[in-house]
């Protein structure tokens, strides 16, 4: 008896399986690509960042070797400007003092302490009302801060004897200042 | 038939988004950050190239001031001659018509003014008394104020004369530099 075998028949897929098939095999390579990619780039670029950081090595030593030698002249200089800033004329005292003396009256002993612009200077005049005037211009004038009068009184010889502790403004040691030379 | 392969392609596909999800998402975010990272060492670069050139200007144009700076190195020796000072002074005062009296140079050859701590500039007072008429006070105080060395003048005085000559006793101050000195940070008390 023969055996017949009985032909199998054609499966046949609905054809929005076969779509749905295609595109979970497009993604497949899709994402098999993208994770090539990336990780090739991801190396590529690891590669890179160290080629950069061997770039950027000798250029942070020159930088660093440049700032060595540039760092304390600045340093130095800007000290120096600090320094010249601070460095005061004491001789415009002297040319203020003559400056603002009136004909009638005579300074003598001078002390004169530059930390606190300070000047202490004795003095004889004629009559009080040269003393009144004297006061007056020295009051009038910018560059004095304060004035205080003391020790005022009559010497042996007729004259008015006075002692003048004079503050100044910081001005007076500017070399703009320089007045009378 | 048709139900175990949509199983299969379902199937699939949740794998895909499950590997998606934990393999895809993780190598584009590296991705990201790698890219990130080189354009900053790009922009790094560009900013370290740049700062050196300008380094190299600064420098080029420094070289154009060597007598200014070593005016600056006068002004301010690392290592003070106190005898060549003394004899400016000596020098300067005799010029200017005046006489020597007195000095006090002691504080110069201090140990504490070499070693004060946090201060680049040191100063180094000392005393002088000069004796001769008003005019040559005047002269002499300005040639010590256009010194190279930045002497200042700390304070005069001078009692009155009648022969028109006086000593003037005078505190100066001139400085000396320690490069490596850095100003200290306020000590924190245990």
Known sequence: MAIEIAPRGKIKLPFWLIVLGVFAIILLIGFLGSYFYLEISIKKMSQEIQEKGTTLTPLIEAIEKKEEELNPIEKKIDDFGELLQKHKIPLNIFNFLEKICLPAVWFSDFNFTSEEREVIVSGHTDTFVILEQQILVLKQDPLVKSLNISGVSISEEGKVDFTFLLTFAPQIFTPLEITGQ | ?190
């Open chain 2, 1 to 190: 038939m048709k139900r175990p392969i949509l199983i299969i392609i379902v199937g699939f596909l949740i794998l895909l988004a499950v590997g998606g999800y934990f393999l895809g998402w993780p190598k584009y975010q590296e991705f990201g950050d790698k890219k990130l990272e080189v354009e900053g060492k790009d922009t790094e670069i560009k900013q370290k190239e740049e700062y050196l050139s300008k380094l190299e200007v600064f420098s080029n144009r420094l070289s154009e001031y060597n007598n200014e700076l070593a005016e600056i190195d006068f002004a301010l020796p690392v290592e003070p001659s106190i005898a060549a000072l003394f004899i400016f002074f000596q020098k300067t005062i005799s010029e200017n018509g005046l006489i020597l009296k007195d000095t006090d140079l002691g504080e110069l050859f201090s140990s504490e003014i070499q070693g004060t701590p946090g201060e680049r500039i040191q100063k180094m007072p000392f005393s002088i008394s000069v004796t001769g008429s008003y005019p040559a006070l005047k002269n002499f105080l300005s040639v010590v104020y256009r010194n190279t060395r930045l002497i200042e003048v700390n304070s005069i005085s001078f009692p009155s004369s009648e022969e028109g000559l006086f000593t003037s006793n005078l505190v100066l101050e001139t400085h000396a530099y320690q490069p490596k000195a850095e100003k200290k940070e306020a000590e924190i008390p245990e």
